[in-house]
């Protein structure tokens, strides 16, 4: 099992900045990807960034240019730069983890931490 643990969330005013932070713990060597999602109001979850454990990332369309996902890997901890924020980027943000057992891909999942933008 993987455990997710995030912090980092708030109010912010558009234009504004916010660093969250997700730890790993647990059976970590068997992480495959880590990264963000976004529930926003309304909306699916949806793919803010993530990044595989050989270093590539992804990008969600709508935060390219503006987030970066990093990762140190001695803290088993990935940090979401979010750089000017806009008021859609509002919503709750859940860390995820996709790591294998056995022959299969599990997902799991932080509790969320939420991110408020006012315009």
């Known amino acids: 099992q993987v455990q997710l643990v995030e912090s980092g969330g708030g109010l912010v005013q558009a234009g504004g900045s916010l660093r969250l932070s997700c730890v790993a713990s647990?059976?970590?060597?068997?992480?495959?990807?880590m990264g963000w999602y976004r529930q926003s109001p309304g909306k699916q979850r949806e793919l803010v960034a993530e990044?595989?454990?050989?270093?590539?990332?992804t990008y969600g369309a709508s935060v390219k240019g503006r987030f970066t996902l990093s990762r140190d890997n001695g803290k088993n901890t990935v940090y979401l730069q979010m750089n000017h924020l806009k008021p859609e980027d509002r919503g709750v943000h859940f860390c995820?983890?996709?790591?294998?057992?056995?022959?299969?891909?599990?997902?799991?999942w932080g509790q969320g931490t939420h991110v408020t933008v006012s315009s």
């Open positions: 647990g059976s970590v060597e068997s992480i495959r990807t």
């Open positions: 995820n983890t996709e790591w294998v057992f056995g022959h299969d891909g599990l997902d799991n």
């Open positions: 990044i595989y454990r050989g270093g590539t990332r």
